[in-house]
């Protein structure tokens, strides 16, 4: 990778890290706060939840389009001031009716920031090194994700409820200014016709499909794993051996793991590596559910971690095989929106799940649905390496020749 790309590669690593460590934070501070805080249901922390993944939905192709046609950079920077909004808006009072809407911006900002920030390390990486650059953009969701508990927790207990929004609303805008930094591309990239609407790359379906089923079970131990934990007897504060730090394992493994699952989709195969990570997936869920301590369940939180970091790239990898480079931010678009799909359809079922049964039933129903995606990951297949005629041509005009 030439110099200006890993420049770009590593801007975007720590202006994502950023970003995520806000997002990060939600999942251990606004169950708290919609059910303890304002005395709110359990069906209200699943709206307030899951409301990001709805409009991230159809924003990320339609924004991933956008990226196709008019570039990454705008995208990403318009992406980071929505974020901020969204989190500024949770510092007015405090209704469900603000809070959804706040919700309903965070995810427009991630679905925005997210999608070009990961197409635009595809377009500066080589095709045979394109799981590993993935992985490494991907590390940085998992940093974020490691350490936005930990703060959360922190900020909530110093300066309270008021002190997590500030916070989550100052590190967005500084992943703004890093993007803003890395300047525009060298060569501008031109328009792709017919790449401003929405659009579904057929390539990018099953993938899709496979993703939806195998997290629909993080999303339910998103919105109520704190709670599942503190009511079997973990303890609810921060630091090492409280609830909110399985989110941390879960986190630390992935950004360890990542790497690692990069490597094995690039150099055997994207189905087996797959494969893998949906039975370990399915595993932690159900390790989850019957803990009663916090090594249970951090054990439960590390098969997690391990599976993400196996799954995302081997999936990931073949959509970018699967769709050219006009429609490379559609299709990562599409895939994408899949993690939206269940962190919104997981949190609402799952809530509807506990009210009706319990945290535990709900974290076993992610079990079941888990394992109905090995079908479709097999049906995904392994389509070889390729690359885009047009954009090759682009490669080589930039690009110095690989070293021997």
């Not at 679905?111 to 920030?117: D, G, I, Q, R």
């Not at 195969?269 to 989850?288: F, N």
Request: aromatic share 8%; glycine share 14%; net charge neutral.
């Amino acid at each position: 990778m030439a110099g200006l790309a890993r420049r770009t590669l590593w801007l975007l690593v720590v202006a994502s890290t950023l970003s995520f460590m806000a997002m990060g934070c939600y999942a251990a501070i606004l169950p708290g706060y919609v059910l303890h805080h304002l005395d709110l249901s359990s069906a209200a922390v699943g709206l307030a939840m899951g409301a990001t993944g709805f409009v991230a939905v159809v924003l990320r192709p339609l924004g991933g389009s956008w990226g196709d046609r008019y570039g990454r950079r705008p995208l990403t920077i318009v992406g980071s001031l929505v974020l901020a909004l969204g989190s500024a808006l949770l510092l007015g009072p405090g209704v469900l009716v603000l809070i959804v809407f706040a919700r309903v911006l965070t995810g427009a900002g991630d679905a925005l920031f997210t999608t070009a920030a990961m197409a635009w390390v595809v377009d500066v990486s080589r095709p045979e090194r394109r799981a590993r650059d993935m992985s490494t953009i991907g590390m940085a969701l998992w940093l974020g994700l490691a350490l936005g508990p930990q703060w959360g927790v922190f900020a909530r207990e110093q300066a309270g409820y008021d002190g997590v929004w500030l916070g989550a609303t100052g590190l967005v805008l500084a992943a703004g200014v890093l993007v803003w930094l890395i300047g525009p591309p060298a060569t501008p990239r031109r328009p792709q016709p017919g790449a401003s609407g929405f659009r579904i790359p057929r390539g990018a379906i099953l993938p899709a499909l496979a993703m939806v089923l195998i997290c629909y079970g993080n999303g339910v131990f998103e919105a109520f794993g704190i709670v599942h934990m503190t009511g079997r007897g973990i303890a609810g504060g921060a630091g090492l051996g409280g609830a909110a730090s399985v989110f941390t394992v879960v986190a630390v493994t992935t950004f360890l793991g990542r790497f690692a699952g990069g490597v094995l989709a690039d150099k055997y195969s994207p189905r087996p590596v797959a494969i893998a990570g949906v039975l370990t997936i399915a595993a932690s869920y159900g390790v989850v559910a019957v803990s009663s301590s916090f090594l249970v369940a951090a054990s439960g939180g590390a098969l997690l971690g391990v599976g993400l970091a196996l799954i995302y790239p081997a999936l990931a990898l073949v959509v970018t095989r699967s769709v050219g480079a006009s429609e490379r931010g559609a299709g990562l678009g599409v895939f994408l929106a899949s993690l939206d799909v269940t962190f919104g359809v997981g949190p609402l079922v799952g809530g509807l799940v506990v009210g009706a049964t319990s945290t535990e039933t709900a974290l076993f129903s992610g079990v079941a649905v888990a394992l109905m995606s090995l079908p479709v990951v097999m049906a995904a297949g392994n389509p070889p390496v390729g690359q885009d005629p047009e954009e090759e041509l682009e490669l080589a005009e930039e690009r110095p020749p690989s070293p021997v």
